[in-house]
């Protein structure tokens, strides 16, 4: 089974940056898309970016021109870097990848954008 462990989150003030990673437990990793979710309080949860295997990235509205996706198979890890982070950003990160019947899902890393 295919386990995703993100890390990097926190606290940050409004313009500031974060860099999350998301390590994978198999070597799958290279075959799957990868995709960055967020779920911020009382909303339901929705797409960041995803990223293809050969790395070609497509990213919600509302973040791009900040956020970019990227990705290292040598090291089973998918990454999101996030610059000019505002408020709204503040919200629950999760790292996904599609599964056989279900899809997978990490613990979720908190983000927390100060104004």
């Known amino acids: 089974q295919v386990q995703l462990v993100e890390s990097g989150g926190g606290l940050v003030q409004s313009g500031g940056s974060l860099r999350l990673s998301c390590a994978a437990s198999?070597?799958?990793?290279?075959?799957?898309?990868m995709g960055w979710y967020r779920e911020a309080p009382n909303a339901r949860r929705e797409l960041v970016a995803t990223?293809?295997?050969?790395?070609?990235?497509n990213y919600a509205d509302s973040v791009k021109g900040r956020f970019t996706i990227s990705r290292d198979n040598g090291k089973n890890t998918v990454y999101l870097q996030m610059n000019r982070l505002k408020p709204e950003d503040t919200a629950v990160y999760y790292c996904n990848a599609p599964g056989p019947v279900v899809d997978y899902w990490g613990q979720g890393t908190q983000v927390t954008v100060s104004p």
């Open positions: 990223i293809t295997p050969d790395g070609s990235a």
């Open positions: 198999e070597s799958i990793f290279s075959r799957k898309a």
